[in-house]
């Protein structure tokens, strides 16, 4: 007896003769072995053993091996096995019959020892290559998965990006990010944290008393902090992130947290923007005001001045109506240069209006957004 070189493989023995089942045992005794003495106990064994290799009798009660090896052929336990006949009949058509059932290779009793090793390691062999081909196949298949995924969870942040270029209060912000989450699978909670605004949602709406402590407590914390076995915390200068499950996410979210940091900070500073154009505007009006008055006043004080020198009887009516237009002429110079300032002010604020504009595939996706918000087919918190 030569000794095998694959492992040891799951082998259902069927055969109804004492003695050579007996032989077989012995002579198989490296392996995981599964005797049985009819096709029906085979077809019951194989459910359960899924067995690598069968060694078949044709010759058995009940129903024979063709039958028995054509059953197991359909079934998901079995139907990859080796099956190898074992058999007294030696003719063409016996081995053309156990072959056209799925039979894989044929022995004639009575058996030599070193020709059974000889095709259980041939087969046994064809039976770890399959499965090593098996194996690959759903490694790659895995990480085809994980490919898809990784590019799915990529594709969900660049719109993210995106969105946040077009995002005008913090609201709108909120909603996209966890749209996002959403996408990518992430349940987590976002605190945004301004010098003006502060305030905490979740992506499922709903947040513990422990859960706000630690947020709360979280100043401590590293810029990302991992803990637990799935939880993890990030925490950016505006924008803290508690992620209740992290799985593979953890480099993805370091990318979402920058491009919702850059978000934060444009809605302050565009805030800040208008604030300040309408402080200048509000300030414009007061001034057209002033000299408005200062205005009038002073044409006041030059006719009061023309008539206490006795200057009105001096002046012919050409030159009354020259000195009339020469007033009016200054006062629409003056309304002209503070209407100037009014309109400046107006074009820098069109000009925010208009970079607040996103492009027409995203402001669908906003539309539809905001419908699903109206209709409650989408849940913002």
């Known amino acids: 007896m030569t000794e095998t070189t694959i492992g040891p493989k799951r082998i259902l023995i069927c055969e109804?003769?004492?003695?050579?089942?007996?032989?077989l045992q012995q002579v198989l005794k490296e392996h995981q072995l599964k005797p049985v003495e009819s096709g029906e106990q085979a077809i019951e064994a194989a459910e359960g053993f899924a067995p690598e290799l069968v060694i078949m009798d044709i010759n058995l009660p009940g129903i024979d091996g063709y039958e028995t090896c054509r059953t197991l052929r359909g079934m998901d336990s079995a139907h990859n096995a080796q099956v190898i006949f074992l058999s007294s009949y030696n003719s063409?058509?016996?081995?053309?019959?156990?072959?056209?059932?799925?039979?894989n290779d044929y022995i004639a009793k009575p058996f030599d020892n070193r020709e059974l090793l000889s095709k259980i390691e041939l087969h046994g062999g064809i039976v770890e290559r399959h499965q090593a081909a098996w194996r690959s196949v759903e490694e790659s298949t895995q990480l085809l998965l994980q490919v898809q995924t990784s590019a799915g969870n990529v594709q969900s942040v660049s719109r993210f990006i995106q969105a946040t270029l077009f995002c005008h209060d913090f609201d709108s912000l909120y909603w996209h990010?966890?749209?996002?989450?959403?996408?990518?699978?992430?349940?987590?909670?976002?605190q945004i944290s301004t010098q003006d605004y502060l305030d905490t949602r979740s992506v499922t709406g709903n947040i513990s008393n422990l859960e706000q402590e630690i947020l709360d407590m979280s100043s401590t914390m590293g810029r990302i902090h991992q803990?637990?076995?799935?939880?993890?915390?990030?925490?950016?200068?505006?924008?803290?992130?508690?992620?209740?499950?992290?799985?593979?996410?953890?480099?993805?979210l370091a990318l979402l947290m920058d491009a919702l940091e850059a978000g934060i900070k444009k809605i302050c500073t565009e805030t800040q923007l208008m604030h300040q154009v309408a402080q200048i505007q509000e300030s414009n009006e007061l001034m057209r005001k002033r000299v408005a008055e200062q205005f009038a006043t002073m044409v006041t004080?030059?006719?009061?001045?023309?008539?206490?020198?006795?200057?009105?009887?001096?002046?012919?009516e050409e030159e009354e109506e020259r000195l009339a237009h020469m007033v009016e002429q200054t006062r629409e110079q003056i309304d002209g240069e503070l209407d100037s300032l009014n309109h400046n002010?107006?074009?820098?604020?069109?000009?925010?209006?208009?970079?607040?504009?996103?492009?027409?595939?995203?402001?669908?996706?906003?539309?539809?957004?905001?419908?699903?918000?109206?209709?409650?087919d989408m849940m913002f918190f």
């Open 177 to 190: 990010f966890f749209k996002t989450a959403r996408e990518i699978e992430l349940d987590c909670i976002l």
């Open 92 to 103: 063409l058509q016996d081995r053309l019959l156990a072959y056209g059932v799925g039979g």
């Open 345 to 376: 002010n107006e074009t820098v604020r069109q000009l925010i209006e208009e970079l607040r504009k996103p492009p027409p595939e995203l402001q669908e996706m906003m539309n539809a957004s905001a419908d699903e918000e109206e209709t409650g």
């Open 16 to 23: 109804d003769d004492p003695m050579t089942q007996m032989a």
């Open 301 to 316: 004080e030059i006719q009061d001045t023309i008539i206490s020198l006795g200057l009105v009887d001096a002046l012919d």
């Open 227 to 252: 803990f637990g076995q799935h939880r993890a915390i990030y925490r950016w200068s505006t924008a803290t992130l508690l992620v209740r499950r992290v799985g593979d996410l953890i480099d993805i």
